[in-house]
């Protein structure tokens, strides 16, 4: 039988870099890996047996509609840019951290399982489908993922992509920050800490892509993807100050919450290559002290750190020690 063949296909070699950076960021993403099943969550129950309703209402929706995030970048957004992207490291990159979004959205599940009835966990993914701005902004962010077909489609998905990783997740993470720079549900808080370390990684190698896709455009073209850019934020924006406001209403944290969003949004705009937009004065202290808590590391390039260890060990006790 003789076969024609179409066309040439290669083998991704590992053994030369093809650009001055994507081997490092797949270095760092193996050195951040980690599991969920390996942080004891358990040691949060006492402390969410003594929160109120509203805390737990809020902590249960804040960890919910992330969960619809990192579903929605696991199985749309990840995949919608790798296959537009020709480089075979890039994509093994991409790749990995696509499967670190499935692991985030596992993640909170995990949480949901220790801390809540299945009936509670019921009712809280139907409250995710009911959400009139959280559906809206799954929307909003899929328009783009499911338009993916040529550079410029794909650059504007790696825009909203890094909006997602960058500032779109950070009304999530406030609250889980906040209770743990009160030293309040850290098992937890250490979760939500390594997703974040994760996604500003993803935000920083994807905002790198989308650079230089970005600066392969003439004047004109680059003039009018940059006033779609801003039309996509500020959308982003105002859908996410809404959510923000109905979420967060029975607590005094609205307005920390927002300003924490548009920090947040001036670091994505940093990531894309673009100057800041937002001018912020203060933002809360309790929840920076959430992200430097214990040995939490926020750092793109540092190793493992925020306390985790690869592994389940037992307490150490008295007899350990005789010989």
């Known amino acids: 039988m003789t076969f024609v063949l179409n066309k040439i296909h290669k083998a991704v070699n590992w053994n030369k870099e093809d650009d001055n950076f994507t081997q490092a960021f797949w270095e760092q993403n193996v050195k951040q890996f980690w599991l969920p099943e390996e942080i004891s969550v358990s040691k949060d129950i006492k402390v969410w047996n003594e929160l109120s309703s509203k805390e737990k209402e809020l ?15 696991g199985n749309n957004g990840i995949p919608s840019m790798m296959n537009l992207t020709d480089n075979l490291q890039r994509k093994a990159v ?23 009835s299945n009936n509670e966990i019921d009712e809280l993914f139907k409250w995710i489908e009911t959400e009139p701005t959280l559906q809206r902004k799954a929307e909003l962010i899929l328009k783009h993922y ?7 489609n794909l650059y504007l998905s790696m825009v909203v992509s890094v909006f997602l990783e960058s500032f779109l997740f950070y009304s999530g993470f406030f609250y889980p920050l ?17 997703i974040l370390r994760d996604e500003s990684l993803h ?13 392969s455009f003439d004047r004109e073209d680059k003039l009018r993807l940059k006033n779609k850019m801003y039309e996509i934020l500020c959308s982003l924006m105002e859908n ?9 209403k029975e607590s005094i944290l609205e307005e920390d919450v927002i300003n924490f969003l548009q920090y947040n949004a001036n670091r994505a705009l940093e ?3 673009f100057e800041e937009l937002y001018h912020i004065e203060n933002i809360n202290p309790i929840v920076l002290n959430g992200l430097s808590t214990e040995t939490k590391n926020h750092d793109f390039f540092s190793t493992k750190g925020n306390g985790y260890q690869k592994g389940i060990y037992e307490e150490l006790e008295d007899e350990d020690f005789i010989v």
């Open 59 to 73: 902590y249960k929706k804040v960890l919910a509609g992330l969960t619809l995030l990192d579903t929605k970048q």
């Open 94 to 116: 991409l790749s990995f951290m696509g499967t670190m979004e499935e692991i985030h959205a596992k993640s909170y599940s995990s949480i949901f399982m220790t801390l809540l």
């Open 146 to 152: 499911e338009n993916t077909e040529d550079e410029e």
């Open 178 to 194: 906040y209770l743990a720079g009160q030293g309040k549900m850290i098992a937890s808080g250490e979760i939500i800490s390594l």
């Open 203 to 215: 935000g920083k190698y994807i905002g790198l892509l989308s650079q230089e896709i970005y600066n």
């Open 240 to 248: 996410e100050i809404e959510y923000t406001k109905c979420i967060y």
């Open 271 to 273: 990531n894309l290559g």
